[in-house]
């Protein structure tokens, strides 16, 4: 008897290895058949958010370039180096820039893990934007999509205010500086309110101010809340939201593509194959609740590739670029960090990082205007724009209707020469308060540069949308004047703009002072 | 059916609805009470209070900058006046120029009485209340405006 249990437990002891992992992965060995590859996929549970095979068109490299993916990755970094640098960094007031320092000169590659945590939030900022273009030239906003849309939007909103408050937390002259402009912004609809005379019995900038910095100064409170909003809660309102983002993409019936030809032969990853035509309206039970283009059953298999390896393999290639162009970027430069802040005097220029540059441009017409109802305007813009432009058609393709190419490239010649001659202007000439001195506020918070550019982009799309006859095609103008309006401020603030937001050629006239 | 004249509603429903309002009710009553907590119901600040010392210290026709007070003190041969150097656009501390102060973020110029003269600041620089304390030092209080032109003679 015992002698068999002796035997019993030997021979488990020695297939320990084997059993632990049959436990571990359900199907426990490399997939052979393609059966066991969508065993692979929906049997896991970080995979099975992926459908079982996907079509060969949203698997081309050109059609994303991997932007979305590449903005996940980055956030993935900046969660697991956001963690590391949470073990040193102290936020209160006295020690957290001289823990940072601690980080940046004393911790084991501190620095290193620094570095990389800057980086890889500046390369999700830019990919969320990208993105953002990426989906509405290639038309992936209409039905079903038009929550998804919403969701990236949440999504681009949440990933600026986490780089917002990130750099507030070292709290050096950068951070304290954008913390009270920051916080002068939301109070700017006193701006408004102080011009007509209500601030007494409604004021919603004092209390959007006191909000955020829970005092009358920025000091401990202001912090401590910063913090939280950083480490807590937009992480977690990100993490959710970009759950529901991917969830709908499945649900939504993947990646947007054109309708597939029916029967014959058809260009697929760059041959000529035979296409089949569906046998009947037959669907799987489970698929048959996602909704827009019916599942490819019964298709043919040959517009379709098993997810894993073809998707896999691809996911993980953006991931590696990812990781590895924030490595280099990382090694090579510091994330800056400049002196200790001090409330008696601000650098100069005092400069926001590079993509609230546009909007600091903005905020030097009006506070109110370009800090707050600008932003606001272009939210809701874009917000709608799924909503306004419901014809089908281009889906997934790049500048997929007629004429898009045209009126994309008009847009932005139009979009580049305007903004471009209004701040000419407005360097030469100055604007309303240089005139009038005694100006009543209220028209410089309606008429200034900021303002007026919008309202010349809103009327060239309606211009647009008579003369083409197309909301789509008013939509693509609107939005190519926004993002050549956003990267014209943008690189004007970085460049041109210098001590005193004088307008210099280069940096190298600044003036010592 | 008018509003006089509803369409009948089962007690089931009507239950249901009930409660699904209830559950509502206190759900919005929850958020807002829970809200209410990171809205300050103090505002915790330093004393803006600020000693400058005796009056004798300043010459007519001078212009102290106290930078850690964000003030600049003037005495001219009406008397003492003190201009907030915090930017009354978005809150940047103003540095003395040519023809008054120029903002360092975004550009709000102002002449050397506090007036605008460019850029995006919606009000002049304020002029604040200069008093004296019991032994004698100037006292300037950052909180309270005074209208522009107020001098304060010792």
């Given at each position: 008897m015992a002698e068999t249990a002796t035997r019993e437990f030997l021979h488990n002891l020695h297939e320990l290895p084997h059993t632990v992992k049959d436990a571990c992965f359900r199907l426990g060995k490399t997939p052979e058949s393609e059966r066991e590859e969508s065993q692979a996929t929906f049997h896991n549970l970080f995979l099975h958010i992926h459908s079982v095979r996907v079509h060969v068109r949203t698997l081309k490299p050109t059609l994303t370039f991997g932007l979305?993916?590449?903005?996940?990755?980055?956030?993935?970094?900046?969660?697991?180096?956001?963690?590391?640098?949470?073990?040193?960094?102290?936020?209160?007031?006295d020690l957290a820039y001289q823990s940072i320092?601690?980080?940046?000169?004393?911790?084991?590659?501190?620095?290193?893990i620094r570095n990389i945590?800057?980086?890889?939030?500046?390369?999700?900022?830019?990919?969320?934007?990208?993105?953002?273009a990426r989906v509405f030239f290639t038309a992936s906003y209409k039905k079903p999509r038009e929550f998804n849309w919403l969701a990236g939007l949440g999504l681009l909103v949440i990933t600026l205010a986490l780089s917002f408050t990130g750099y507030l937390l070292p709290w050096d002259q950068l951070?304290?500086?954008?913390?009270?402009?920051?916080?002068?912004?939301?109070?700017?609809?006193?701006?408004?309110?102080?011009?007509?005379?209500?601030?007494?019995?409604?004021?919603?900038?004092?209390?959007?101010?006191?909000?955020?910095?829970?005092?009358?100064?920025?000091?401990?409170?202001?912090?401590i809340r910063f913090y939280v909003l950083h480490v807590f809660i937009l992480p977690l309102a990100l993490v959710t939201l970009l759950g529901v983002h991917f969830w709908r993409i499945r649900k939504d019936g993947g990646l947007a593509k054109p309708e597939d030809p029916m029967g014959g032969l058809a260009e697929w990853g760059g041959e000529r194959r035979a296409v089949f035509q569906p046998l009947a309206t037959k669907t799987y039970g489970l698929m048959a609740l996602v909704k827009g283009k019916r599942p490819p059953v019964n298709r043919g298999p040959e517009n379709t590739v098993m997810s894993w390896p073809h998707l896999f393999w691809a996911e993980l290639s953006v991931f590696m670029v990812t990781v590895a162009v924030t490595l280099i970027l990382s090694f090579y430069y510091d994330a800056p960090l400049k002196e200790l802040a001090n409330p008696a005097i601000p650098e100069n220029p005092a400069k926001a990082p590079w993509y609230f540059l546009g909007i600091q441009e903005l905020v030097s017409y009006s506070a109110f205007t370009g800090g707050l109802l600008i932003p606001v305007i272009v939210v809701v813009g874009l917000a709608l724009i799924p909503f306004l432009d419901r014809r089908?058609?281009?889906?997934?393709?790049?500048?997929?209707?007629?004429?898009?190419?045209?009126?994309?490239?008009q847009s932005f010649f139009f979009a580049l020469a305007v903004t471009v001659g209004m701040l000419a202007f407005t360097v030469n000439y100055g604007w309303l308060r240089n005139w009038f001195?005694?100006?009543?506020?209220?028209?410089?918070?309606?008429?200034?540069?900021g303002s007026l550019l919008v309202l010349i982009f809103a009327v060239w799309s309606l211009?647009?949308?008579?003369?083409?006859?197309?909301?789509?095609?008013?939509a693509v103008s609107l939005f190519t004047c926004f993002l050549v309006g956003f990267t014209i401020l943008t690189y004007f603030a970085t460049v041109h703009r210098g001590p005193n937001w004088h307008f210099y050629w280069w940096p190298s006239q600044w003036p010592v002072h | 059916m008018s509003r006089l004249d509803p369409p009948r509603i089962n007690r089931r429903s009507f239950l249901s609805l009930a409660s699904l309002g209830s559950f509502f009710a206190?759900?919005?009553?929850?958020?807002?009470?829970?809200?209410?907590?990171?809205?300050?119901?103090?505002?915790?600040?330093?004393?803006?209070?600020?000693?400058?010392?005796?009056?004798?210290?300043f010459s007519p026709g001078s212009e102290t900058a106290f930078a850690e007070q964000n003030l600049v003190l003037f005495r001219d041969d009406q008397g003492f006046y003190a201009i907030s150097s915090t930017c009354t656009h978005l809150g940047c501390t103003v540095a003395r120029s040519k023809d008054g102060f120029a903002c360092p973020c975004h550009g709000s110029r102002f002449d050397s009485k506090g007036s605008v003269i460019g850029g995006p600041a919606p009000r002049p620089l304020p002029w604040l209340e200069v008093s004296r304390a019991a032994n004698g030092d100037l006292v300037v209080n950052a909180d309270n405006e005074v209208p522009e032109g107020t001098r304060y003679r010792v």
């Open positions: 979305g993916l590449m903005a996940t990755a980055s956030f993935v970094i900046t969660i697991i180096t956001g963690v590391l640098l949470m073990v040193y960094y102290k936020p209160s007031t320092k601690d980080i940046h000169f004393t911790v084991s590659t501190g620095r290193f945590h800057r980086w890889a939030a500046q390369l999700m900022v830019l990919t969320v934007l990208l993105h953002m951070a304290y500086w954008a913390i009270t402009i920051g916080s002068n912004i939301a109070n700017s609809p006193r701006e408004l309110t102080d011009a007509i005379g209500i601030t007494k019995f409604f004021d919603p900038g004092g209390f959007q101010k006191r909000l955020l910095l829970g005092a009358n100064y920025v000091g401990q409170d202001a912090l089908p058609g281009g889906e997934g393709t790049w500048f997929g209707t007629r004429s898009e190419r045209a009126v994309f490239w001195p005694n100006i009543h506020q209220l028209w410089i918070i309606a008429i200034n540069p211009f647009i949308l008579k003369r083409k006859d197309s909301v789509r095609l008013a | 206190a759900l919005g009553t929850a958020a807002a009470g829970m809200l209410r907590l990171p809205n300050p119901a103090v505002l915790p600040g330093p004393v803006r209070r600020f000693k400058l010392g005796p009056p004798e210290q």
